[in-house]
């Protein structure tokens, strides 16, 4: 598969692949006795891959060019036999497009992958074949989100991926953030098109297998990530949050309530809030088995989240939730908001309960935490109606920063900080985590923002839906501030008009919870002026790039989130801060 003369570096300074595969070997032997040395209780992070990297290269005869390649074998080495224990059904087989014969291919691409027809003319063809029959889940594609749901689900346990060096290293913060046993193969050569790989290096790669003996697991959030989702299944909620109104006649209303709130808990959703509190206990004790106590803690912080979900969906009349209909749509605005209220209550008496378990001052620090985020929560959402009443819809992206502050954040924080409470690592790093949250949740919002331009279509979400329904985002913020005097406008006009923008003056259409005056438009007249609407709008946003500048914004609060807590001098929780930036912010 190798050719010398065809062969040229991957060009960048520390990204370049050996020449010849006695090198490539001669590395791989080296870092196999380095790796051995790294401990198990947590992945060795970036830069102290870098540095053995450097420290193992030198006594080699090597310069620095080979840095890349080198930490590509060492992370192989580390994980490979965590990697070999995992049976072949529950491993990801990864491929790039750029193997394959580019002038002559004939496979079908798709939104999520290239899809191999076994024509035989690259290689792809074999390995796609043979990796289907040893059981690989195969994807032919790069940097898909599709990978890290599989890793969420429980599908996937291991990664085993071929890319050039500098996919690799945009991959290398994920997987180690992550904590995922991952075995990479550098491609050859990166001329993106009818590329190639060591095929040997491929096949053995493929054929890991660890039979008998005990392999050691490096610590990692992923296994708690999935197991909190299942908390939320009918039996273990049960056991988490006891019904009380189970044994009352059927059809008796009083328990109605608690029954249709037990449906609401159940539906979708991924779970973060609990995680983060089960997650912040775990990185504390370094523990693996979750206790009851925690468990029901964490509950309480997703029976508040579920219950100001239900009023955001009745305050913005939304149709549809976790792709079924919003409990208003169900059963009625009353019975959503009494919902809601019955899930907040439920949320502070599953706390109090815990008092004799976790003692009165935890539980005292956890409820006063949850009542602050609470109060923070309703002035951020108080702040947004306020807007959508008013005449005036102009807008700074400051001021959508400071909304998501008090929207998203607090939950988040209230969240983490219960867990840290929980693990007794509370107090000198309070201001810190706090800190944290905030950025990490602003962060997570514009996240959000940016998938609603384009919709959720398991979720049933069309695409700008904050846009046609006038919601202060930092999107509709920076288009403001982007935009000409007549597209500013245009923009303001779409606000005013918009369902949900109930105005003193009344210029809302009344097709919203509120009470505008309505302006007699059939449906699909207003379906045409929305649809002409929406393209304009588009068309604004994406002129001035607002997505871009939306996403470099999500970055800088990422980085500010890392920032807040270089001084949590805990090894646990700062690999919880590195897997939280991971996760939640995809």
């Known amino acids: 598969p190798y050719k010398h003369d065809e062969w040229r570096p991957a060009g960048e300074t520390f990204k370049s692949i050996p020449a010849t595969k006695e090198e490539r070997e001669k590395i791989r032997r080296a870092a196999a006795e380095v790796a051995g040395k790294f401990s198990r209780k947590h992945p060795p992070h970036k830069q102290a891959l870098q540095a053995a990297a450097e420290e193992l290269l030198t006594p080699l005869g090597y310069d620095r060019s080979y840095i890349g390649f080198t930490m590509v074998m060492l992370n192989n080495e580390y994980w490979r036999d965590e990697f070999a224990a995992f049976p072949f059904e529950k491993r990801l087989f990864s491929m790039p497009h750029c193997l394959k014969q580019?002038?002559?291919?004939?496979?079908?691409?798709?939104?999520?992958?290239?899809?191999?027809?076994?024509?035989?003319?690259?290689?792809?063809?074999?390995?796609?074949?043979?990796?289907?029959?040893?059981?690989?889940?195969?994807?032919?594609?790069?940097?898909?989100?599709?990978?890290?749901?599989?890793?969420?689900?429980?599908?996937?346990?291991?990664?085993?991926?071929?890319?050039?060096?500098?996919?690799?290293?945009?991959?290398?913060?994920?997987?180690?953030?992550?904590?995922?046993?991952?075995?990479?193969?550098?491609?050859?050569?990166?001329?993106?098109?009818?590329?190639?790989?060591?095929?040997?290096?491929?096949?053995?790669?493929?054929?890991?297998?660890?039979?008998?003996?005990?392999?050691?697991?490096?610590?990692?959030?992923?296994?708690?990530?999935?197991?909190?989702?299942?908390?939320?299944?009918?039996?273990?909620?049960?056991?988490?949050?006891?019904?009380?109104?189970?044994?009352?006649?059927?059809?008796?209303?009083?328990?109605?309530?608690?029954?249709?709130?037990?449906?609401?808990?159940?539906?979708?959703?991924?779970?973060?809030?609990?995680?983060?509190?089960?997650?912040?206990?775990?990185?504390?004790?370094?523990?693996?088995?979750?206790?009851?106590?925690?468990?029901?803690?964490?509950?309480?912080?997703?029976?508040?989240?579920?219950?100001?979900?239900?009023?955001?969906?009745?305050?913005?009349?939304?149709?549809?939730?976790?792709?079924?209909?919003?409990?208003?749509?169900?059963?009625?605005?009353?019975?959503?908001?009494?919902?809601?209220?019955?899930?907040?209550?439920?949320?502070?008496?599953?706390?109090?309960?815990?008092?004799?378990?976790?003692?009165?001052?935890?539980?005292?620090?956890?409820?006063?935490?949850?009542?602050?985020?609470?109060?923070?929560?309703?002035?951020?959402?108080?702040?947004?109606?306020?807007?959508?009443?008013?005449?005036?819809?102009?807008?700074?992206?400051?001021d959508t920063l400071k909304l998501y502050a008090l929207k998203t954040a607090p939950a988040f924080d209230a969240a983490l900080y219960a867990g840290v409470v929980l693990g007794e690592g509370d107090g000198p790093w309070d201001a810190a985590l706090s800190e944290f949250c905030k950025h990490l949740g602003v962060a997570y919002q514009i996240q959000n923002d940016l998938k609603d331009v384009e919709g959720d279509k398991p979720n049933k979400v069309n695409a700008c839906g904050d846009i046609l329904k006038g919601r202060p985002t930092l999107l509709f913020a920076l288009a403001l501030e982007s935009s000409t005097d007549s597209e500013k406008d245009l923009i303001l006009t779409a606000a005013r008009e918009a369902p949900n923008a109930r105005t003193e003056t009344g210029t809302g259409t009344g097709t919203g919870t509120g009470t505008g005056t309505g302006t007699g438009m059939d449906a699909a007249t207003e379906a045409e002026k929305h649809a002409q609407r929406l393209a304009e709008l588009r068309e604004i946003y994406f002129k001035y790039e607002i997505p871009l500048q939306a996403a470099m914004l999500a970055d800088q609060q990422r980085q500010r989130a890392a920032q807040a807590v270089e001084g949590v001098n805990h090894d646990g929780l700062q690999a919880l801060f590195t897997f939280l930036t991971a996760t939640l912010l995809e």
């Open 102 to 398: 580019a002038e002559n291919c004939t496979a079908k691409l798709d939104e999520v992958q290239l899809h191999c027809n076994g024509c035989g003319l690259c290689s792809l063809a074999d390995f796609d074949q043979i990796g289907k029959r040893m059981g690989y889940n195969v994807l032919i594609a790069e940097g898909t989100p599709v990978v890290l749901k599989l890793i969420a689900s429980g599908e996937v346990e291991g990664i085993l991926g071929i890319a050039c060096l500098n996919v690799l290293e945009k991959a290398f913060d994920k997987v180690l953030q992550l904590g995922l046993p991952a075995i990479a193969i550098p491609l050859l050569r990166d001329t993106c098109h009818n590329t190639e790989v060591d095929i040997d290096w491929v096949y053995q790669a493929l054929g890991f297998q660890r039979v008998g003996g005990e392999t050691k697991r490096t610590r990692s959030f992923v296994p708690l990530l999935r197991d909190v989702v299942h908390d939320f299944d009918p039996k273990p909620l049960e056991q988490i949050a006891p019904y009380e109104r189970k044994h009352m006649p059927r059809g008796d209303k009083v328990a109605e309530t608690e029954k249709i709130s037990v449906a609401w808990m159940r539906k979708g959703g991924k779970r973060f809030r609990p995680f983060l509190t089960q997650a912040a206990w775990q990185a504390l004790t370094d523990k693996d088995a979750i206790p009851l106590e925690v468990k029901r803690v964490s509950a309480a912080m997703e029976f508040f989240h579920k219950a100001s979900l239900i009023h955001d969906d009745i305050v913005d009349d939304d149709d549809f939730r976790y792709g079924t209909e919003t409990l208003h749509k169900s059963h009625s605005v009353p019975v959503a908001l009494n919902i809601g209220d019955y899930l907040l209550g439920r949320g502070y008496k599953i706390v109090a309960e815990e008092m004799p378990n976790i003692g009165a001052e935890k539980a005292a620090k956890v409820l006063r935490k949850l009542a602050e985020a609470h109060v923070k929560l309703a002035e951020g959402q108080g702040a947004e109606l306020l807007w959508r009443k008013g005449g005036d819809k102009n807008l700074k992206p400051l």
